[in-house]
């Protein structure tokens, strides 16, 4: 929103008090042609007190343009701009008409002002009509660019904190215990002649890490993606954890919204980490995901283990609810908290 400080006035009669000087200069000009010259200052001062009710309307006319943008599918404000400028300019030219008057005659007597409006009406409503929609313009386009630096300053921050994300994604892929714990369980399956389990933890890694190296950087990715990334990530950790049961409650619609890149990892390696690993009889992780109230994706993690000790969750969710803020504002929300025998976390995004 624009505002209307000690600047912007500044500005605003400077630049109509310019106006006044060419159009006084314009009419003094007119009438040393016509052999009826007049003082340059007396049309001047004149000039500028017209144009000076400019001055006052404009911030009018700022308010209504951010009001009523003309954008795809808002026909209806472009129409109520249309007849807002009608009627500002016929008000506009009956201030003209009474300090024309005020100015020559020193009175506004109603018959003067009957003749003249309809006068000055013929002859400069279509001008400034044109100003009028010419402000309309300029704040519109004025909008429409910091909107457009607003959003790529936005993306920028996206696309920063995606490649911080990533790479503290890498770091903690590559980290040892994971690495080792994973590579342990190959081996022992190796020894065991579990060729088949073996096999598939070492392309579920593999798959993994390739993921994560050959990322090319997407803000957003749809939820089927992010899902394949997660599937492959609790493969590997199913394999650790033989008695885990994963369960996925996926409503098809919800598969082609499109949601942050790498956003879920962190929340499911949660659930395994402080739920599945720690809980004594702990198996049960399910993933729920449907659309709820027409256009909101909501998310739910759920795992069987030990009650939450902090309510706001670790540094992990913490992350994730950062990213959520950069991308969404207060359209996301992230709770986590207890639930039957486990912790649920859940996530509702908007889904356009």
């Known amino acids: 929103m624009i505002k209307f400080n000690q600047k912007f006035w500044l500005y605003n009669l400077l630049v109509w008090s310019v106006v006044a000087i060419f159009t006084a200069t314009q009419l003094h000009l007119k009438s040393l042609q016509s052999g009826q010259a007049s003082s340059w200052f007396d049309v ?17 006319v700022f308010r209504l343009a951010e009001k009523y943008r003309v954008e795809q599918g808002r026909f209806s404000n472009a129409l109520i701009l249309l007849i807002v400028s009608i009627g500002l300019v016929l008000g506009y030219l009956g201030i003209y008409t009474m300090v024309w008057l005020l100015a020559t005659y020193g ?6 002002f009957e003749n003249l409006y309809p006068i ?30 607003a959003e790529r300053i936005k993306g920028i ?23 080792f714990n994973t590579l342990n369980s190959i081996v022992s399956a190796i020894h065991q002649q579990k060729t088949e389990t073996a096999s598939e933890m070492t392309t579920g890694l593999s798959e993994l890490l390739r993921i994560s190296l050959n990322e090319n950087g997407r803000i957003v990715v ?6 394949n990334y997660v599937q492959k990530y609790l493969q590997i950790e199913q394999h650790r954890f033989k008695n885990t049961k994963i369960i996925y409650e996926i409503q098809e619609a919800s598969l082609q919204v499109e949601v942050p890149n790498f956003f879920l990892q962190p929340i499911v390696e949660n659930a395994v980490k402080h739920g599945i690993a720690k809980g004594v009889g702990a198996q049960l992780l399910k993933i729920s995901i449907q659309m709820v109230a027409g256009d909101q994706l909501q998310i739910d993690i759920y795992n069987e283990g030990p009650p939450l000790a ?9 992350n994730v609810r950062q ?16 639930l039957d025998q486990g912790v649920n976390t859940r996530i509702n995004l908007p889904a356009s």
Not at 46 to 59: G, H
Not at 222 to 227: D, T
Not at 310 to 318: A, D, P, R, S, V
Not at 323 to 338: C, T
Request: charged share 15%.
């Open 44 to 60: 001047f001062w004149i000039q500028l007190a017209v144009w000076w009710v400019w001055a006052l309307i404009t911030p009018i």
């Open 222 to 227: 749809s939820l089927r993606e992010e899902l």
């Open 323 to 338: 990213r959520l803020a950069s991308h969404y504002g207060d359209a996301a929300a992230l709770k986590i908290y207890n």
């Open 107 to 112: 009175t506004l007597p109603w018959e003067n």
């Open 120 to 149: 000055l009406f013929l002859n400069l409503f279509h001008w400034h009509f044109f100003i009028c929609m010419a402000i309309f313009a300029i704040v519109h386009a004025y909008t429409y660019y910091k909107d457009s630096e």
């Open 310 to 318: 902090q309510k706001e969750g670790g540094i992990g969710l913490q």
């Open 157 to 179: 921050q996206l696309e920063k904190d995606l490649l911080g994300h990533q790479l503290r994604m890498l770091k903690m892929q590559l980290q040892p215990h994971f690495l």
